[in-house]
T-cell receptor, first 113, second 115 residues
Framework: DQQVKQNSPSLSVQEGRISILNCDYT??????FLWYKKYPAEGPTFLIS?????DKNEDGRFTVFLNKSAKHLSLHIVPSQPGDSAVYFC????????????FGKGTLLTVNP | EAGVAQSPRYKIIEKRQSVAFWCNPI?????LYWYQQILGQGPKLLIQ????????DSQLPKDRFSAERLKGVDSTLKIQPAKLEDSAVYLC?????????????FGPGTRLLVL
């Protein structure tokens, strides 16, 4: 049972445009959400997070939006750069689960020069 | 600050053989995690340690997988005997205390291929 879903396996955008990566979740107990970025042959690296008490968090070119009623979050990258090309994982934490991370399957973002 | 170290980076074994992976977390991090990432999937938590105690091993296949963190620092994950479906990347991560809203830092992973 996939509690965190990333329904787009891949996304291709042009350099300078906006990249929007989507994530849906089913577990109402999730109260903290994170995005990780992964390059080939490397481990995932933390990118940005959002608490369930907020609906937006911004860090430079990266913004995460949370819609609790729809159980949906999205990561916006503006402007996209070729170095952003990587797999992006959405992850969620439930406070009642020893703060265990539950990951989605990931979305491969390709930013074309 | 040194990151999470893992070795080996790659391992190829035949089914029914044994294999062990090693992880050294970031200095001072009390919480250590082992994840399994099968191709096309997100990482799945196998086991979580707080210092040298197990916090969560609910998704660890205990008939063949074992892990230890004897001195509360580095850790080993063992598979004995390996099956074809164990082919995956095994990721180790650490965090300061394992609390909510705390970043987990990942190592580069060990890529295991079982033939």
């Amino acid at each position: 049972d996939q509690q965190v879903k990333q329904n787009s396996p891949s996304l291709s955008v042009q350099e300078g445009r906006i990249s929007i990566l989507n994530c849906d979740y089913t577990n109402s107990m999730f109260d903290y959400f994170l995005w990780y970025k992964k390059y080939p042959a490397e481990g995932p690296t933390f990118l940005i997070s959002i608490s369930s008490i907020k609906d937006k968090n911004e860090d430079g070119r990266f913004t995460v939006f949370l819609n609790k009623s729809a159980k949906h979050l999205s990561l916006h990258i503006v402007p996209s750069q070729p170095g952003d090309s990587a797999v992006y994982f959405c992850a969620a934490i439930s406070g009642g689960s020893n703060y265990k991370l539950t990951f989605g399957k990931g979305t491969l973002l390709t930013v074309n020069p | 600050e040194a990151g999470v170290a893992q070795s080996p980076r790659y391992k190829i074994i035949e089914k029914r053989q044994s294999v062990a992976f090693w992880c050294n977390p970031i200095s001072g991090h009390a919480t250590l995690y082992w994840y399994q990432q099968i191709l096309g999937q997100g990482p799945k938590l196998l086991i979580q340690f707080q210092n040298n105690g197990v916090v969560d091993d609910s998704q660890l296949p205990k008939d063949r997988f074992s892990a230890e963190r004897l001195k509360g620092v580095d850790s080993t994950l063992k598979i004995q005997p390996a099956k074809l479906e164990d082919s995956a990347v095994y990721l180790c991560a650490s965090s300061l205390e394992g609390g909510n809203q705390e970043t987990q830092y990942f190592g580069p992973g060990t890529r295991l291929l079982v033939l």
